[in-house]
């Protein structure tokens, strides 16, 4: 991730859980179901995909 980062010249950090949040809320803002979601995550349980769908969604506004 740092050498994606340091390509994209990201000056963030970023770890794995702020990289599934945001494609989780990117994804819904591009109309993806939960369900692609979940299986993309290898959520098992759609309501913890649903949490992360949720959670960076307003800083993306």
Known sequence: ???IC???KIDKVV???VFRH???AITKRLGAT???VQDYL???VKA???IYRGGYSALLN
């Open 42 to 44: 290898g959520h098992a």
């Open 22 to 24: 945001s494609f989780a």
């Open 1 to 3: 991730m740092k050498r």
């Open 15 to 17: 770890n794995n859980a």
């Open 6 to 8: 340091n390509i994209s």
């Open 48 to 50: 913890t995909t649903e």
């Open 34 to 36: 939960t369900e692609y």
